[in-house]
């Protein structure tokens, strides 16, 4: 059964038993008394957010459990149905590989070499230069790109793919407006990371050598560094060194690895 749900000011509702919400409106420039019951009501300073708690989640729900759906905005020209029905946000992804310490982009296609990691000074942010990002609107946008990065990492031919770390990496950046009218941006990173395989040296010397498992190793301990570091930090509450800078893969990864991230090893 269809579900309405409105924009009214609070003083004009009354809730019912049922859930549902009972309208009254008595206004001058109507003719007559209206009264409405529907399924539920937004105040006029509603965000975003609250919209789609009311109105998207149980639809995106039904959705993905196999069901079809509609979700109509009514309106007057200017109500808002355009800003409530589109999101401001761009997707962007970009993959790496590190290889002896060094980081070439598998997705520029020009196999222009290797890559310099930079730290931004004035917000502390940590980057590759000139690397590519390339836009993506769905998951086979991002499955595209990651494809293209996998087959050009498999066609270097200075370097063993099964002896370096990737890193896919997607970035969401998003326009929010505040309950107080304030724009703002909000800019988040998902890394994926495909560590290069922990082989003891002896077994790596038969097969890639012992300079790929030295760098290997080097750059694992390094992170398990960072990590236990981080650990130690929040158990004890207290300030430490954390050594992000001791491998390029942890130096990259730095905001990803504190801060206000998660981290998940499988």
Known sequence: M???TIVLPRHLCRP??????FIDVDHQKLSE????????????TSTQEDVFEAVGVASVANFLAGYNGSIFAYGTSGSGKTHTMHSE???TCAFVDIYHEKLYDLLDGRDSGPKS?????????VYVQNLVEQPIRSATDAFHWLDIGCKARKAASNR?????HTVFSIRLTQTKQSKTGTTKGMSSV???????????PNHAAMNSGVKDATQINKSLSSLANVILALGDVSRRSRQRHVPYRDCKLTFLLREALG????????
């Open 2 to 4: 269809p579900q309405l």
């Open 16 to 21: 019912l038993k049922s859930g549902k919400v």
């Open 33 to 44: 008394r209206k009264q409405y019951v529907v399924d539920g009501v937004l105040r006029s």
């Open 89 to 91: 946000f761009t997707c």
């Open 117 to 125: 990691l930079r730290e931004n000074s004035a917000c502390h942010q």
């Open 160 to 164: 063993d793919s099964s002896r370096s």
């Open 190 to 200: 998902l890394h994926c990371v495909d560590l290069a395989g922990s082989e003891r």
């Open 259 to 266: 801060g206000n991230s998660t981290t998940t090893v499988v």
